[in-house]
Each structure stands twice: as structure tokens, then as C-alpha cells.
């Protein structure tokens, strides 16, 4: 005789209901003829999608249209653009009200020397948006005003002032691309203290202490990334120390700055002409990073200037 056990019960773990902190929002602005164009197209490579010259007053209903769409919209990148008739210099105010909402924006800055920026407009016999009738460093100027609290508000600053085209679709490529772009993502940069220091170093670390390569003959014309000079400047007596208490700092650090919500980290290494000490360190502290499970790279401000 059978028995009729009714019908099969079966369970299920409910779908997590989205979350407006589940949509990627990267907002870019910065000074004209800083880069924030090449820095839209990067996004784009990236699966962004990209909403150029947006009305700061927008901002909110764009992140929420964002959120709603789903899919791949929940990758959705601001320009904004002091040209822009809507643009209010509260972009505190305005990431504010965004986070208020649930949303998570970082805010990508890019800037420039002042220097810089006038070669630039002048190679292509443009104006500045905000000269009037003055001069182009006068245009330089007024937005800087405009913008300064910005900058001091962005999660990543990006000095175009030594960057081509290339090399900045690629630093956006490796800080949006790929893995979790929630963690943290420390960028090991090196360069020459005769060119300045980078104005976006989070820490700057001095490796004149070590001999340099340039005075041996045979390794001169060479770079820290060629294994000779690698090898000749981390066997120098104090440059395992070095890279070592610098790893073992960031890495118990790292945690500090997740929770504080900071997800972009520089390291800067500077020596003399940034060409072998400072991209040998670079070279080597990035890999050890990485061994650590941090998302690390290394990148030469000043190689190749020389």
C-alpha cells in the first residue's frame, strides 16, 4: 500500500534585493585641458557608461535612473564641466546628497601645471572657457578658484602634467577595470625630484640614500626595470630594509584606509632623475604588494625624460 506524501515543499535563498550602493558611479571633473575627455573614453573601454557635460543639478535623478535601468548601466560615469551654465562650484554638497541616498560615488580629478595647460590650448589655437577678454593663464585661474574645493573633495587626483594620452587611458583602465573596483588600489609611482614632486602622492619615499646607477658606466644607459640595475640597486646595503618596512607600513595601513572609505592609494619613489633607484623600489615594492594580495602597479612618472 502506498502512501501519498503530498507534494514536494522546496526552499530557495530569496534574491538579494539591489541596492543603490550596488551601482558603480564615478563622477570626473578637473581643469580644462587637464584630460578629462580621454579620461570619459577610458571609462567607456571599461563598460562605463558615460554621460559628458552633465548639469550638476542632475547628478541624483542621473544616478537614480542609473540604478533603476540595471544592467549595464549600473556602471554609469559624470563629466562635469565648468562650461556646463548648471555648474555650482557644491560639488561637496551634491556627492553628499548622492550618499545620502544610499549611492557611492568617487570622484576622479584631473589636473595639470598651469604651464601645461597654456601649451596645450595653444597647440590647438583654443581659447580658455573662462578667460573673457584676458589671457589664457588668467582662464587657468578663475577655474582653479572654481574647482578647488573639488579637488580637495576627489578620491583620486590624477596629474596629467607628465602623462600622455596613453599612459592615462591606462592608469584609468587599471584603477576601473577588471577586479572589484571597491578595493583599494595602491599605485607605487616613481620619479624625479629634479622634475618635481607628484602633487598626488598619498606618501613619498626617498631612495637617494642608495648609489647611483647613473655614475657606473656599464649601467648608465639602462633603466631600474633592466635586471642589472634591479639588481645592482636592491643589493645595495639598506635597500631590502627599505622596500621591506615600507611594504609591511602599507600593508598595515591598508585596512585604516578601507575603513575610512579611501580606495585609491599613491606611493611615490623618488631619486634623482627618476630613471633607475626610484623605478627599481617601484619595481620591486609593487611586486611585493602584490604577493600580499594588495591591488598594486607600478607606474614611471619620469622615465625616458631624460
Known sequence: MSHDSGPEITTSTPTPTPAPADTTLVVVTGL?????????????????????????????EMA??????????????????????????????????????GFQPRVVFVDAD??????????????????????LADGIAVERGLLEEARDQADVIIDTSHLNVNQLRRRIEELFGGEDARQLRVT???????????????????????????WVPELREHTGRDEAVSTYVLGQDGAETFVETYAQLINETTPGFEREGKRYLTVAVGCTGGKHRSVAIAEELASRLRRSRLAANAQHRDLGRE
Do not use: C, W
Not at 39 to 49: I, W
Not at 66 to 93: K, P, W
Not at 189 to 213: C, H, I, Q, T, W
Open 32 to 60: 580644462s585641458g587637464g584630460g578629462r575627455s580621454t579620461v570619459a573614453r577610458a571609462l567607456e573601454n571599461v563598460g562605463f557608461y558615460v554621460v559628458d557635460n552633465l548639469p550638476q543639478a542632475l547628478m541624483i
Open 64 to 101: 537614480e535612473l542609473a540604478f533603476a535601468a540595471g544592467g549595464a548601466a549600473r556602471r554609469t560615469a559624470m563629466v562635469l564641466d565648468v562650461r556646463s551654465r548648471a555648474f555650482s562650484t557644491d560639488l561637496a554638497g551634491a556627492i553628499r546628497a548622492l550618499k545620502e541616498r
Open 188 to 214: 607605487v609611482l616613481s620619479f624625479g625630484f629634479k622634475y618635481g614632486l607628484p602633487p598626488d602622492a598619498d606618501f613619498v619615499l626617498d631612495a637617494r640614500f642608495l648609489p647611483n646607477p647613473y
Open 114 to 135: 598651469d604651464d601645461v595647460l597654456i601649451r596645450r590650448f595653444e597647440s590647438v589655437r583654443r581659447s580658455h572657457p573662462l578667460q573673457g577678454d584676458g589671457r
